[in-house]
């Protein structure tokens, strides 16, 4: 079994980087590939970073880019325009990196068209006009939803069918863990249950000759699979396949929230939860095991966690109440 390598992300990029996105953001300059954003070999994203350290270092992080320093950067712009999040890193496109960038309006994609390729995924999509999923479809691209999210935020009806009638399997995404459960059952189920509701509303409203009900295992695959070849890692993981990293999650069947099964891929999806996940390997490593944490000091991770909350509610001077909802005025 081989074992996954990851970019560490120092805390002088991650905070260079959220500087540059609130220096840049007025930034006038017309888009290209480089200004997609992206999580770059750096290690660099855009980010609300929630440590106090980070916040103090950016200052000096950002003098280095500018100054020539190691920031990792190199010269990135950022900006804001119409909807799209758009990046940091200039070298993106030339290092062979699959580009992400979030869009969620109409004729948000006009101004980029000769950056869109097969190696852009477009998180989102409500809101797109047809000409826009046609550049899409021309350009190779990829769709990844985000479907709880999109619902709660009120971003518009996740485009799950939309994408599909394009002939583009979407992957699934969280976009925003602090608002929505980041696991994938939720994801799944929230997909699966959506478009069975949106077809079969077109039938009894009359329509006929309706796209095909997504089954439970396409969805699993809309999980997995899609997910690996949207990241361009499909040749590594999101099958169990011989030479592949053993990246494997291992699911109980014998709790009672699924028992008795008789289907397994509709029990993953319409029934099981985090409390089903037992056993997980990442590039072979053990990393949960008895529905337990491999190597994780929950002990210390907990004040930490706490820490950065409470350093965020004081700095915007937010009322920190955890039962009726916002304060008056907030």
Avoid at 54 to 75: F, N, V
Wanted: aromatic content about 4%; charged content about 20%.
């Amino acid at each position: 079994m081989r074992r996954r390598t990851s970019t560490s992300k120092t805390p002088d990029i991650q905070a260079a980087a959220v500087h540059e996105l609130a220096a840049e953001a007025s930034s006038g300059r017309g888009m290209s590939r480089r200004h997609f954003l992206t999580s770059s070999a750096t290690g660099v994203v855009a980010g609300a970073i929630a440590t106090e350290a980070l916040a103090e270092a950016a200052p000096a992080a950002d003098h280095r880019r500018k100054s020539g320093g190691p920031s990792g950067i190199r010269g990135g712009r950022t900006l804001l325009k119409g909807g799209c999040v758009v990046s940091l890193d200039a070298s993106v496109g030339e290092v062979g990196e699959p580009i992400t960038v979030h869009v969620n309006g109409t004729n948000q994609l006009l101004p980029v068209a000769g950056a869109m390729g097969p190696d852009v995924t477009y998180i989102h999509c409500c809101n797109l006009a047809e000409a826009e999923w046609q550049m899409i479809v021309d350009t190779g691209g990829n769709v990844s939803i985000a479907c709880p999210i999109e619902m709660e935020m009120g971003h518009g009806v996740p485009p799950i069918q939309q994408a599909l009638d394009h002939g583009i399997r979407p992957s699934l995404s969280a976009d925003v863990e602090t608002e929505i459960p980041s696991e994938f059952f939720a994801q799944m189920r929230a997909v699966f249950t959506l478009q069975r509701m949106l077809l079969l509303a077109r039938q009894r409203a009359g329509e006929t000759n309706l796209p095909s009900l997504l089954t439970v295992r396409e969805v699993i695959e809309l999980a997995t699979v899609e997910g690996a070849k949207d990241n361009r890692l499909d040749q590594k993981v999101g099958t169990l396949t011989p030479g592949k990293e053993a990246d494997i999650i291992m699911l109980r069947i014998d709790q009672i929230n699924v028992m008795p099964v008789n289907n397994v891929y509709g029990a993953i999806v319409l029934g099981m939860d985090t409390s089903n996940v037992d056993t997980v390997f990442i590039g072979g490593e053990l990393r949960k095991s008895k529905g337990k944490l491999v190597g994780v000091d929950l002990n210390r991770v907990s004040p930490l966690v706490h820490q950065s909350r409470d350093y965020i509610v004081s700095k915007v001077g937010w009322p920190q109440t955890r039962f009726g909802g916002y304060l008056p005025g907030h």
